[in-house]
């Protein structure tokens, strides 16, 4: 990985990346504080790639670079890479706004219905099992009990969809963009290449900095994600040196085969802990959250930290290495099981 010369944007402005795409950051009230969004320029006017958050903060800066840099033409479509808040939130006001058609994949659309309809005490249920589960603190397990939906509080209405996918394309001013659906940081994501200009826009898939979060999912915390986030890597490991990658967060890098290559050895490492620390004993989901992270979480982040445990033993499971054995309302307990 080696980062792009790009001026990261101020508030309220955009940065040029090629011809006809733009970047724009906007804040977020999260650990992870920041998200970048792109912008294409197409004879029909502009692309925008995913929302941000659903809040105040995020109108807000929609609304000045809507009345500013984007001014000139109008918004002709609006693509939203994947079901995560920080991507889908405004999304529905950003139609209200600007009129624009909004796109998204078959797998998101579907993650997305279902999260937006469940009522909030099914949620809460659903992630009260889920922690249960895990063998998470009794503390934490009443904190997610009484705390309703965490999705409907950062997402607070949905556009009308309609659906985009691979075999896609979008015809910009100077390029065409392939689409592309990719499993692992999420169930269905969106992703857009130029292949003639070496030109990548990975969203969360391809981070430079942070691991992207692979997370077992709440509608299901014994599916294998891990597996389908290797599947994306091992295609990754042979983009070239010389395609500019542009991020969902942090900044634009080079090198991203090389990138996906050391993310694929630290996924690998952290396997190797677990079947070290299960060597030693049967454990639980918390148990592997200590020895893959060894410090404690605030609410938000402890989600996308006991979830990263989870789907690390559940790939273990699927690749024959270690068993689960589940007993109802006691926390999944996990056994080393040696290979021949
Ligand atoms: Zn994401």
């Not at 995913?50 to 001014?71: E, K």
């Not at 909030?120 to 992630?127: K, L, P």
């Not at 148990?287 to 410090?295: C, E």
Request: hydrophobic fraction near 40%.
């Amino acid at each position: 990985m080696q980062p792009l010369d790009f001026a990261i944007p101020e508030k309220g402005q955009l940065t040029q990346l090629a011809d006809d795409l733009y970047w724009a950051q906007f804040d977020l009230p999260f650990r992870l504080n920041h998200i970048n969004l792109y912008m294409i320029d197409t004879a029909n006017g502009w692309v925008l790639i995913d929302a941000g958050l659903g809040d105040q903060v995020t109108r807000d800066q929609w609304a000045v670079l809507l009345a500013g840099p984007l001014a000139h033409q109008p918004v002709c479509q609006i693509i939203i890479s994947h079901h995560h808040v920080d991507h889908l939130g405004s999304a529905a006001w950003l139609q209200d706004q600007t009129q624009a058609p909004v796109f998204t994949s078959e797998g998101e659309l579907s993650q997305i219905d279902w999260l937006f309809n469940l009522p909030e005490d099914d949620f809460s249920a659903i992630m009260a099992n889920a922690y249960t589960s895990y063998g998470l603190p009794e503390d934490d397990i009443e904190q997610v009990r009484q705390g309703g939906s965490r999705f409907r509080q950062m997402v607070p209405a949905l556009p009308e969809f309609n659906l985009i996918g691979a075999g896609d394309t979008i015809t910009s001013r100077h390029g065409v963009w392939q689409i592309r659906n990719d499993h692992g940081h999420s169930h269905d994501h969106l992703s857009f290449m130029d292949h003639d200009r070496g030109l990548y826009i990975a969203i969360d898939f391809l981070l430079p900095r942070i691991s992207p979060n692979i997370s077992a999912d709440i509608s299901n915390i014994d599916y294998d994600r891990l597996a389908q986030y290797f599947t994306y890597l091992e295609d990754m490991q042979h983009l070239a040196d010389e395609v500019q990658v542009f991020p969902g967060h942090d900044w634009p890098f080079s090198h991203g085969g090389k990138r996906a290559a050391s993310l694929i050895d630290h996924h690998h490492e952290r396997l190797g802990l677990l079947r070290v620390a299960l060597d030693q004993s049967p454990m639980t989901t918390n148990d592997a959250m200590a020895v893959l992270f060894g410090r404690k979480f605030d609410p938000h982040s402890l989600y996308f930290a006991s979830g990263e445990a989870r789907a690390h033993l559940i790939h273990l499971v699927s690749r024959g290495e270690a068993e689960m054995q589940r007993q109802d309302g006691k926390p999944d307990q996990f056994f080393r099981k040696t290979t021949s």
